[in-house]
């Protein structure tokens, strides 16, 4: 999840526990199986962690909604968001090691449950500093097809992205189905393209 922090939302990985992930799932709100979370196999290939500190925020231009998905509190705001740590999201990266290491293509893949805000950026209100319009728990779901920056004599552009999804509760008690995603590549000629932003209720 590099460079995400510089290149996309003010808001994302912020801290990385690389502690291993048990297949039992225990928690209530745990979100289901996944290849992901499956024991270490000793491939060294593939290197699967939970991320402890995840969350990813994107805003929907056409209707003003941002979505930020998070699995631990983010700030000291008792009106939204998460009031405690939920269960690492499962990350799974897949590569071909080279040497040098950097130029190695890795895909990544993370899913697991988050606390999802959806606010209102056009009007404020107590949910910093915007008016809240539904939270609760849900899912996210982050890809990305390699996890370096892509060069010249790279044969794809690199593309990453998110999916959240869950039913969630608005201020008034209503449940509403939220389902949103965000997509970003970087071409061969190092060139950032924000492709999609969107954050749906209903």
Known sequence: MRRIASLLVPLLVVACDRQPVAPAMTAENRAAFSWMNNPDNGNPRIVRFGESFFAASWTDPDNGLRATHTNFPIGVEPDCGPQEMLDPVDVQNVG???????????????????????????????????????????????????????????????????????????????????????????????????????????
């Open 96 to 202: 071909l090691l080279l040497d040098p290491f950097f130029e190695s293509q890795i895909r990544a893949n993370a899913k697991g449950p988050v606390w999802i805000i959806v606010r209102d950026v056009t009007q404020a209100g107590d949910c910093y500093g915007n008016k809240l319009v539904a939270e609760g728990i849900g899912e996210v779901h982050y890809t990305d097809n390699d996890i370096f920056f892509v060069g010249p004599e790279a044969p794809n552009a690199n593309a990453w992205g998110f999916r959240g999804q869950g039913v969630l509760t608005t201020p008034e008690g209503d449940q509403v189905r939220y389902n949103g995603h965000s997509h970003f590549t970087v071409t061969n000629n190092f060139e950032f393209r924000a492709e999609n932003y969107q954050v749906n209720l209903q």
